[in-house]
């Protein structure tokens, strides 16, 4: 598998069981198809919104493990996703499938509840206000969905080699 192109690597998963496996933990174990691969790109398409992932170099399409959520940053082969229902972060492999749970967005300082409401879409209360004083406190709490709050909170992601996420949300 090492000399191969990465979907070629994972085309393999498909020919039978045994292959499927050899592909999962040749994945898993982060090792390369060919040295320096030419970049693959990951998008959604347009009719279905599901993630493929697209070779130019060899013109090849196949679809990427998992679906559900929206990207905001990817470095070194992981995606940092947010689930498109509760605006939960993680890291997302698209070749393997795997994902890393992150911290939850209810655990950031400006998040000051959640609820459900009446359709059962998760609602977060966001703290955006500069209070100056205990009066005024309460007057920047808004209710927003798991979508607005995805958009507005993340500000900035960076993930290192190592796996660290250094996320940038909304200042205090």
Known sequence: MASMEVLDVLNSSTVCSS???ACTQFCRLHLHAKP???PCLLHARAA???ATI???STDATFPSRGGGFAVASS???WLFAVDDATANPFLFNPLTGDRT???PLATLERVKGTSLNGDGTVMYDVDHWRPTCAATAAMG???VTARRARDWMFRRIVISAAGVVLLVHISV
């Open 19 to 21: 292959w499927s496996t």
């Open 36 to 38: 320096n691969p030419p």
């Open 48 to 50: 279905d919104g599901a």
């Open 54 to 56: 697209y070779s130019p």
């Open 75 to 77: 470095a070194h082969g």
């Open 101 to 103: 749970a992150l911290p």
């Open 141 to 143: 709490v808004e209710p």
